[in-house]
């Protein structure tokens, strides 16, 4: 049974602090995404590079992000395309829990 | 290619002035130069006046300005609105206004202003009209500072937008476009 | 969005200025955001940080206290954003008693080369 997450008017969580990997698997549903292993791990990369970098990475940066720590196979914009369609920086940091971004590009 | 950029500033920034004059060979009285900083109004006016500086540039320019100073608080708003103007009446153009930082406040609606005074957020929207300009605020630099057009308003459940007339929200992209095309970026902050 | 495509014309490369420190006022802070916005969308992008503006690399720095974005943290992703060409003013470190081992990124340059970079860059952005 889900819980009943708040959101705000996009579908982001309106609180991170409630983010959950239950919380991560209701946000990609509302994306039409089924979680697998390798969705798991662009995820926590990605929480990584907030954590560590205090943003939310666009396309660009992450795909170099995803190069570095998970190899250049998986660090190609195609690749992240294919798991996070159609915009893989916005919906990746959505049920990553990442701030939603600021629509500053 | 040479690079106006002008400041109206604090005296924090003093050395970084003075270093620019000093190294780029300028002075107060000299007009083809190819970085000008100047620190206050005072200077400003020392320089013989913004409208003469341009008048003493050969072809026509496209300028971009980038005004990251609020109204009212400091120069920085006024000088680019004057800079803007007179640049427009040398025969020049301009690109893009892209306000950011502070100068979002430029853009605000709900700035009221004492009859004496002139309002910097209404006279930059009647430039604006006037001269069909393209002017970007920052939508992340004007959402924090309380600057939400109608639809950002909404999407934030806010009563409603109070962006002025004339002005549009968007990226940070815009300014990166206005520096890459535009002939010189000014920045006034 | 109804904006006119970015172009990119040959060898334009924007050079921001960095003069404030990191915290205290925000331009250190959006100044950064705009030299990660140019390079995320491809531009040739140079930083140059100046007079106070040199503490913004300073390591290690812990804003936590005062409910602020690390700003050396963010820093640190400019090369990811595609922004590697990152400059510091010999002259300002030293007039602030640090040394290269208390910065984390960037490459120290004289004036000289401070003013080449000042005069070859086709677009100034000051911060």
């Given amino acids: 049974m889900d819980t009943v997450l708040t959101l705000d008017s996009d579908g982001h969580l309106a609180h991170l602090s409630d983010w959950s990997e239950q919380a991560a698997e209701q946000l990609a549903a509302s994306e039409n995404i089924l979680l697998s292993d390798a969705h798991w791990e662009i995820i926590y990369v990605l929480k990584e590079f907030h954590q560590r970098f205090a943003l939310s990475p666009p396309m660009r940066p992450l795909v170099r992000y995803v190069a570095q720590q998970l190899g250049k196979e998986k660090g190609r914009s195609i690749y992240l395309m294919q798991l996070f369609p159609p915009s893989p920086a916005r919906v990746a940091s959505k049920i990553a829990g990442l701030p939603r971004p600021e629509n500053c590009l | 290619m040479a690079n106006y950029c002008i400041k109206s500033d604090t005296m924090t920034q003093r050395g970084a002035h003075e270093f620019c004059l000093q190294n780029e060979g300028l002075n107060a009285n000299s007009v083809s130069c190819q970085t000008i900083f100047y620190q206050n109004l005072l200077e400003y006016l020392q320089l013989a006046s913004v409208k003469l500086l341009i008048k003493q540039i050969a072809n026509p320019m496209n300028f971009a300005l980038l005004i990251l100073g609020p109204p009212y608080s400091t120069q920085a708003s006024a000088s680019a609105l004057r800079f803007a103007r007179a640049a427009l009446n040398g025969g020049h153009s301009i690109y893009r206004l892209f306000f950011y930082h502070d100068g979002v406040h430029n853009a605000s609606a709900m700035v009221t202003t004492p009859q004496d005074e002139s309002s910097l957020p209404q006279q930059w929207s009647e430039l604006i009209e006037q001269h069909q300009l393209d002017s970007v605020v920052c939508i992340a630099a004007a959402t924090r500072r309380g600057v939400l057009n109608e639809q950002e308003a909404k999407r934030f459940g806010k009563t409603g937008g109070n962006l002025s007339p004339g002005h549009e929200v968007s990226g940070l992209g815009q300014l990166v476009d206005a520096s890459l095309n535009a002939d010189r970026v000014m920045t006034f902050g | ?127």
């Fill in chain 3, 1 to 127: 969005m109804d904006k006119p495509a970015i172009e990119k014309p040959e060898d334009r490369a924007i050079l921001l200025v960095f003069r404030h420190a990191p915290y205290g006022n925000a331009l250190a802070r959006e100044g950064l955001e705009a030299a990660l916005a140019c390079g995320a969308m491809g531009a040739t992008t140079n930083v140059l940080y100046i007079n106070e503006g040199v503490w913004q690399l300073v390591e290690p720095q812990d804003s936590h206290a005062i409910d602020c974005k690390n700003q050396a943290a963010m820093a640190s992703a400019l090369p990811l954003y595609g922004v590697e060409a990152i400059w510091i003013d010999e002259d300002s470190l030293k007039q602030r008693n640090l040394t290269s081992t208390d910065i984390n990124a960037g490459k120290i340059i004289d004036r000289t080369q401070v003013q080449a970079l000042l005069a070859t860059s086709q677009a100034i952005l000051s911060f």
